[in-house]
Each structure stands twice: as structure tokens, then as C-alpha cells.
């Protein structure tokens, strides 16, 4: 699933008259930047949420044949958020068992159109079904006022929601060690039938809910590779002259 459904108010004026997934570096929009990194890892089949001019999205997306791939839209006439959009979404991932639980257990990827990264889904994939995890974070060490606490055995154990708000911490450790989320999830079909928030509400509330209660989230670290979120103007200028030194479109 990418997540594309917010109003993208960073980076205006570019996203007065679009949505922020038709945005573009380099010529490409960071939709299709998205969708083809997933595709090159194997992914045949895609939901995109929608909400910010979500008719464009619809649109682009015939107009390049859905880049080769079964792509859905779900529609959001009220942002909900990551877990929320999500939770919306969660039919795709269980069309085949008809269920919230069972036999369908095929982890899916969870991707922020806004960030771009040489993350190696491979081994991302391989470290979620080796832990067991409901869900794996990739995440790695740089400075930010939002932080995930991880144990030694780098399953979650807390956040720090802003600089100044004291952490929140759902299963206490002699260390833990404070890292940075990169929007990017490997999530076991699992997770759905768990989420009891409803409406508007962060997938990271329900993960620290789950966490809490004695499920594993995992962190995988991701320090070694390239990544950019480009929620704002100076980072696609940045990412336009670091993508091609950063070998992502081998």
C-alpha cells in the first residue's frame, strides 16, 4: 500500500493545483517513483489512498496503464491518518480468505509516498518472517524530534511524540535506544484483525498499543541506505541532485 492521501501543505505552492504523489524530482512524480521501487522488488498488486485531488491520481494512473500492476484507490472524503487509511484499505490484503484472521498470512508492504530510500526490501522481508514480528520498522539513527524506543532485541518499546514531551514507554528495558522511523513497514495481514481504533487514529498508536500488550513490532535498521522524506520544497531540490549518485534508478 502507499500512502498518498495527504494535503502535502509543505510544499506549496507546487501542491496548490495537485496532489502531493503527482509531484515531481527529476521528471518523475513521487507516485511512480514509489510504485516502480515496489514493482522492481516484485510487487504485482498495489492499493493507493487518495484524498487531496484524488481524481488526478486516478487519472495518471490509467494514463501509464498502472505501470504494469493491479493498482486500487481508496478513496478518503475525511483523512484518516495512517491507521486509519489502512484499516480502510485492509480488504485488499484479505480478499482471498474473506476473513480478518486465518490461513492468509502474506506480509504486505507499507510505503509513504513522500520518502524515497534504497532500502532493501529483500532483506527487510526476510528479517520480518525470521522475528515473527506483526510488523517490521525500518528505521535508523538520525535527529528528530520524534522518536520510537527500541530493546536490545530491537522490538518497540516506546516513542517521544516532540521535543518536548516526555517519552511514552509500553514495555520498560534496562536500554533503549532511540531511532527514527523512515515510513516504511512490512506488516503481517494479522495486524487488521487488531486494530480496534477506529476512525482517524496513527498506526503508531495501534503499534504501541499492540506492543504494550505483548506483540512484537519490530525495528529493522536501515542506517547503510540512502533515504529522503520530501515533505518539503528544500528536499526535492535536494533528492533531484542526489538520486542518481545514490544509484536508485539502477
Known sequence: MVLAAGLGTRLRPLTDDRPKALVEVNGRALLEITLLRLRGFGVREAIVNAHHFAE???AFLKAHDNF???IEVSREEVLLDTGGGLKKAGWFFLEKSGKLSGGLDEPFLLHNVDVISTIDFSKMLHAHRESGALATLAVHRRES????????????????????????????????????FTGVHIISPRLLGLM??????????????????GETIAGFRADEYYWRDLGKLADLQQAA???????FYR
Open 56 to 58: 488526478q491520481i486516478v
Open 145 to 180: 524530534s520524534r522518536q520510537l524506543f527500541f530493546n536490545d532485541d530491537m522490538k518497540l518499546c516506546g516513542r517521544r511524540a516532540g521535543k518536548d514531551k516526555e517519552p511514552e514507554i509500553v514495555c520498560p528495558a534496562a536500554h533503549l535506544e532511540p531511532l527514527a
Open 196 to 213: 480496534k481504533e477506529d476512525g482517524v487514529f496513527s498506526i503508531i498508536d495501534c503499534y504501541l498499543r499492540l506492543a504494550g500488550a
Open 68 to 70: 504494469g500492476m493491479r
Open 241 to 247: 541532485l542526489e538520486l542518481v549518485s545514490a544509484g
